[in-house]
């Protein structure tokens, strides 16, 4: 039995339109990737941006975060690598990230961060489990008041398993993965 707290917060979850995220966050084209199993962020070598490995029952994948754009696709992994093992449940990299380990959450377990130095918050929560609801917040993940001041409903997994939601390490970018697609949010402009 909820208390009366926990019935409001509930409430409140369920009555939250989705909403674009506010500046300075920015949507980047969906990506529709079938039976994704997780996902992890590495760092372009050559340009320091952020890059997104994806790890899916068909192979991987590094897409460039900001632009959503493939650069690398392995549709016949090594068995011994093709799913986040070890303490860290990472795979080898490929691609820019070819001779790193990417640590990988989803499925496996895991997870991305879920704050930015700069005070942005990521929440998944469950009003209506199954599905999964993503919440942004500028408030350190408090969200008081109502949704779009300081906390926006920007993802609802209704059709599709959450495997991970999360910034990059630095906090350029936001990922919400589900079982058949990722969403990306970038940051244009913040320092490498």
Do not use: K
């Amino acid at each position: 039995m909820l208390s009366e707290y926990q019935q409001q917060l509930r409430d409140r979850f369920v009555a939250a339109p989705v909403i674009p995220a506010p500046h300075p966050w920015q949507p980047v084209p969906a990506q529709a990737i079938g039976g994704l199993l997780g996902v992890g962020f590495g760092v372009d070598p050559a340009s320091g941006n952020d890059l997104l490995m994806v790890v899916s029952s068909s192979g991987h994948g590094v897409f460039d975060a900001s632009t959503g754009q493939r650069l690398a696709r392995d549709h016949d992994p090594d068995l011994d690598h093709s799913t986040p093992t070890g303490p860290n449940l990472s795979c080898p990299g490929l691609g820019p990230l070819a001779g790193t380990e990417v640590r990988i959450a989803g499925l496996f377990g895991g997870g991305l961060h879920s704050t930015t130095e700069d005070g942005w918050t990521v929440e998944v929560v469950s009003p209506d489990w199954p599905h999964h609801r993503v919440l942004l917040s500028a408030d350190g993940g408090l969200c008081r008041g109502p949704a779009g001041e300081n906390w926006w409903h920007i993802f609802h997994s209704r059709y599709s398993e959450l495997r991970a939601a999360g910034f990059s390490p630095s906090g350029r970018t936001l990922a919400v993965a589900t079982s058949s697609d990722i969403t990306l949010w970038t940051r244009p402009g913040l320092d490498a």
